[in-house]
Protein backbone atom coordinates (compact mmCIF):
# COMPACT_ATOMS: atom_id res chain seq x y z
CA UNK A 1 0.00 0.00 0.00
CA UNK A 2 2.48 2.11 0.76
CA UNK A 3 4.73 1.31 -2.20
CA UNK A 4 1.72 1.99 -4.44
CA UNK A 5 1.01 5.62 -2.83
CA UNK A 6 4.98 6.28 -3.43
CA UNK A 7 4.62 5.75 -7.32
CA UNK A 8 1.22 7.72 -7.80
CA UNK A 9 2.92 10.27 -6.05
CA UNK A 10 5.58 10.51 -8.25
CA UNK A 11 3.71 9.96 -11.34
CA UNK A 12 1.49 12.75 -10.36
CA UNK A 13 5.05 15.15 -10.22
CA UNK A 14 6.50 13.86 -13.01
CA UNK A 15 3.28 14.96 -14.73
CA UNK A 16 2.93 18.31 -13.22
CA UNK A 17 6.71 18.71 -14.55
CA UNK A 18 6.33 17.99 -17.91
CA UNK A 19 2.79 20.17 -18.09
CA UNK A 20 4.61 23.12 -16.47
CA UNK A 21 7.56 22.68 -18.95
CA UNK A 22 4.97 22.33 -21.89
CA UNK A 23 3.16 25.57 -20.64
CA UNK A 24 6.78 27.26 -20.15
CA UNK A 25 7.70 26.49 -23.87
CA UNK A 26 4.69 27.45 -25.45
CA UNK A 27 4.80 31.26 -23.56
CA UNK A 28 8.49 31.42 -24.60
CA UNK A 29 7.71 30.86 -28.31
CA UNK A 30 4.40 32.56 -28.39
CA UNK A 31 4.97 35.08 -31.33
CA UNK A 32 5.51 38.29 -30.34
CA UNK A 33 2.49 41.29 -31.05
CA UNK A 34 3.27 43.44 -33.77
CA UNK A 35 2.60 46.69 -33.20
CA UNK A 36 3.19 48.59 -36.55
CA UNK A 37 -0.03 45.97 -37.73
CA UNK A 38 -1.72 46.55 -34.26
CA UNK A 39 -5.46 48.48 -34.05
CA UNK A 40 -4.17 52.10 -32.90
CA UNK A 41 -6.94 52.79 -29.37
CA UNK A 42 -5.91 56.12 -29.06
CA UNK A 43 -4.05 58.82 -31.24
CA UNK A 44 -3.01 62.10 -29.00
CA UNK A 45 -0.25 64.24 -28.32
CA UNK A 46 3.07 63.59 -26.42
CA UNK A 47 1.46 66.58 -24.05
CA UNK A 48 -1.64 65.41 -23.56
CA UNK A 49 -0.45 62.12 -22.84
CA UNK A 50 1.63 62.97 -20.11
CA UNK A 51 -0.78 65.99 -18.83
CA UNK A 52 -3.53 62.71 -18.39
CA UNK A 53 -1.21 60.80 -16.71
CA UNK A 54 0.02 63.66 -13.97
CA UNK A 55 -3.52 65.03 -13.31
CA UNK A 56 -5.03 61.66 -12.77
CA UNK A 57 -2.60 57.99 -12.75
CA UNK A 58 -5.74 55.96 -11.51
CA UNK A 59 -8.14 57.22 -14.42
CA UNK A 60 -4.83 57.27 -16.95
CA UNK A 61 -3.95 53.85 -16.13
CA UNK A 62 -7.85 52.47 -16.72
CA UNK A 63 -7.63 54.27 -19.88
CA UNK A 64 -4.17 53.31 -21.19
CA UNK A 65 -3.47 49.94 -19.72
CA UNK A 66 -5.27 46.49 -19.97
CA UNK A 67 -4.48 43.42 -18.20
CA UNK A 68 -2.76 41.57 -21.16
CA UNK A 69 -1.01 44.02 -22.82
CA UNK A 70 -1.09 48.26 -22.90
CA UNK A 71 -3.52 49.52 -25.24
CA UNK A 72 -1.37 50.36 -28.72
CA UNK A 73 -1.14 54.30 -28.71
CA UNK A 74 -0.20 56.69 -31.73
CA UNK A 75 1.59 59.84 -30.10
CA UNK A 76 2.68 62.70 -32.30
CA UNK A 77 5.43 64.89 -30.49
CA UNK A 78 9.07 66.13 -30.82
CA UNK A 79 11.75 64.68 -30.48
CA UNK A 80 13.42 65.62 -27.34
CA UNK A 81 16.31 62.78 -26.88
CA UNK A 82 17.78 59.78 -28.76
CA UNK A 83 19.85 57.49 -26.83
CA UNK A 84 21.01 53.87 -28.55
CA UNK A 85 21.82 51.29 -26.50
CA UNK A 86 23.74 48.76 -28.28
CA UNK A 87 22.94 48.15 -31.87
CA UNK A 88 19.58 46.84 -30.80
CA UNK A 89 17.41 48.98 -28.73
CA UNK A 90 16.66 52.73 -29.31
CA UNK A 91 14.39 55.01 -27.20
CA UNK A 92 13.35 58.27 -28.40
CA UNK A 93 11.79 60.80 -25.50
CA UNK A 94 9.03 62.68 -26.94
CA UNK A 95 7.63 66.62 -25.86
CA UNK A 96 4.84 68.67 -27.53
CA UNK A 97 6.08 72.32 -28.51
CA UNK A 98 4.14 73.41 -25.37
CA UNK A 99 5.36 73.98 -22.00
CA UNK A 100 4.93 70.51 -20.95
CA UNK A 101 7.23 69.32 -18.37
CA UNK A 102 7.27 65.81 -19.27
CA UNK A 103 7.72 63.45 -21.71
CA UNK A 104 7.34 60.28 -23.60
CA UNK A 105 9.71 57.68 -23.60
CA UNK A 106 9.29 55.55 -26.73
CA UNK A 107 11.54 52.11 -27.04
CA UNK A 108 12.22 50.56 -30.49
CA UNK A 109 13.71 47.40 -31.14
CA UNK A 110 15.55 46.39 -33.89
CA UNK A 111 13.29 45.99 -36.93
CA UNK A 112 12.46 49.63 -36.48
CA UNK A 113 16.18 50.83 -35.79
CA UNK A 114 16.78 51.59 -39.77
CA UNK A 115 13.84 53.98 -39.85
CA UNK A 116 14.78 55.66 -36.46
CA UNK A 117 18.09 56.19 -37.47
CA UNK A 118 17.40 59.38 -39.87
CA UNK A 119 15.77 61.07 -36.87
CA UNK A 120 17.35 64.49 -35.37
CA UNK A 121 16.37 66.48 -31.99
CA UNK A 122 13.74 68.84 -33.09
CA UNK A 123 11.89 66.73 -35.66
CA UNK A 124 7.95 66.20 -35.58
CA UNK A 125 7.42 62.32 -35.63
CA UNK A 126 4.33 60.01 -34.96
CA UNK A 127 4.91 56.78 -33.06
CA UNK A 128 3.07 54.08 -32.48
CA UNK A 129 3.54 51.62 -29.33
CA UNK A 130 2.47 49.67 -26.54
CA UNK A 131 1.70 51.71 -23.62
CA UNK A 132 3.22 50.46 -20.07
CA UNK A 133 2.35 53.11 -17.75
CA UNK A 134 4.14 56.59 -16.10
CA UNK A 135 6.82 57.48 -13.86
CA UNK A 136 6.55 60.24 -11.98
CA UNK A 137 9.67 60.48 -10.41
CA UNK A 138 11.10 61.21 -14.26
CA UNK A 139 7.86 62.24 -15.40
CA UNK A 140 7.89 60.32 -18.38
CA UNK A 141 5.21 57.91 -20.08
CA UNK A 142 6.57 54.78 -21.41
CA UNK A 143 5.66 53.33 -24.11
CA UNK A 144 7.30 49.80 -25.43
CA UNK A 145 7.32 47.96 -29.15
CA UNK A 146 7.12 51.36 -30.68
CA UNK A 147 7.06 51.90 -34.40
CA UNK A 148 7.46 55.24 -36.56
CA UNK A 149 4.49 56.31 -38.16
CA UNK A 150 5.16 57.10 -42.13
Known sequence: ???????????????????GISIAIFLFNKPKRDIAKAKVEYSITAAQL?????QNEQAANAKYLSAAYGKVIQ??????????????????????????????????????????MFLRVGDKVTVKGECTGYMDITNEVTLIKCSLKE
Open 1 to 19: MKNQTIKYGVVLVALGLIV
Open 50 to 54: VTEFT
Open 75 to 116: ITGIVKEINLTGDSLLNLSLRDSTACPGSVNCSMEKPELSKA
